[in-house]
């Protein structure tokens, strides 16, 4: 149930034992590094203060720079001390406001490792809120989608990224094709032509929409269970080529596919057969 009365279910703000991490870290300018982080101290003795401090100082790596003022520090050295400064008071939650959107994107992955590292070291939880979604990704253990104040999805992120409920949040996690089908016996019937299924959740003759990401396609030799377009254009990502396959059925209806492919694959002009990985085509919900 919920607990709606009780002990520590209304309180003043400062005593909920939240910790914040701003999104421009919110340093106070005229303090060391170490009287940053004992700044939510002040209430304990100066010894315990001071060990709490320096637990917190060799946690998130900041040895040696005690006596150093924000102005003398890198962006990422600002953001372990925003963090040791909200951990220090050991809150019962931290929360994370667009930490990151400061910090290029080379150091923020070493960032998202190191307060991800931090944060299972001392057993806090946290609320990261964010709209890269590679920061969600790499490091939330669940997820929760929110447009204009509801939730539109909960789960693991893995979950959420390759079955989205709706198509806010296939769009919201990167590109995705999103394809209006009917459902048949035999899979779905597209615009692009049949794709064959097996144990859809939906009944025959139903209206759906399908989501399958760009990854989730397989680009195979020709064979009677394949789709077939023609390359219209290409964009090398390094790891992968992105490839937009140009599908047109004899009744003269025309579709694009996102298809991401080894960078060796097939290129402009070229025909392409591709099918979507087993398991990988999901059925998207109303908003």
């Known amino acids: 149930g919920e607990i709606i009365a009780g002990a520590g279910v209304f309180m003043e703000p400062q005593q909920r034992q939240v910790g914040i991490v701003f999104q421009d870290y919110a340093l106070f300018?005229?303090?060391?590094?170490?009287e940053n982080i004992t700044f939510g101290l002040f209430r304990l003795s100066r010894d315990i203060a001071s060990e709490k401090a320096r637990n917190i100082i060799s946690l998130s790596g900041l040895e040696g720079l005690e006596k150093r003022y924000p102005h003398q520090l890198s962006g990422g050295q600002k953001q372990r001390v925003a963090l040791a400064r909200a951990m220090a008071p050991e809150?019962?939650?931290?929360?994370?406001?667009?930490?990151?959107?400061?910090?290029?994107?080379?150091?923020?992955?070493?960032?998202?490792?190191?307060?991800?590292?931090?944060?299972?070291?001392?057993?806090?939880?946290?609320i990261f809120v964010?709209?890269?979604?590679?920061?969600?990704?790499?490091?939330?253990?669940?997820?929760?989608?929110?447009?204009?104040?509801?939730?539109?999805?909960?789960?693991?992120?893995?979950?959420?990224?390759?079955?989205?409920?709706?198509?806010?949040?296939?769009?919201f996690f990167g590109k995705t094709n999103i394809i209006k089908?009917?459902?048949?016996?035999?899979?779905?019937?597209?615009?692009?032509g049949l794709i064959k299924a097996d144990n859809i959740p939906a009944t025959p003759e139903q209206e759906v929409v399908l989501s399958i990401r760009p990854e989730q396609f397989h680009i195979l030799p020709q064979d009677n269970e394949c789709l077939c377009g023609s390359i219209v254009k290409e964009r090398f990502l390094g790891e992968y080529k992105e490839l937009t396959c140009k599908v047109e059925t004899p009744e003269g209806i025309k579709t694009e596919i996102i298809i991401y492919a080894s960078p060796h694959h097939v290129c402009n002009g070229q025909k392409c057969y591709f099918k979507p990985k087993d398991g990988r085509i999901n059925i998207l919900g109303s908003e």
């Not at 994370?96 to 939880?125: A, H, V, Y």
């Not at 089908?181 to 692009?192: C, I, K, L, Q």
């Open 29 to 34: 300018p005229h303090k060391t590094v170490w």
């Open 130 to 171: 964010t709209h890269d979604t590679k920061d969600v990704l790499a490091m939330a253990d669940k997820v929760a989608v929110i447009k204009n104040g509801r939730s539109l999805q909960t789960g693991k992120p893995e979950d959420v990224y390759n079955f989205p409920a709706n198509s806010y949040v296939a769009d």
């Open 91 to 126: 809150p019962r939650i931290i929360l994370f406001d667009e930490p990151f959107s400061n910090i290029d994107s080379l150091r923020k992955n070493q960032m998202r490792d190191d307060i991800r590292d931090i944060i299972r070291k001392t057993g806090s939880t946290a």
């Open 181 to 192: 089908a009917r459902v048949t016996r035999e899979g779905f019937e597209t615009p692009m």
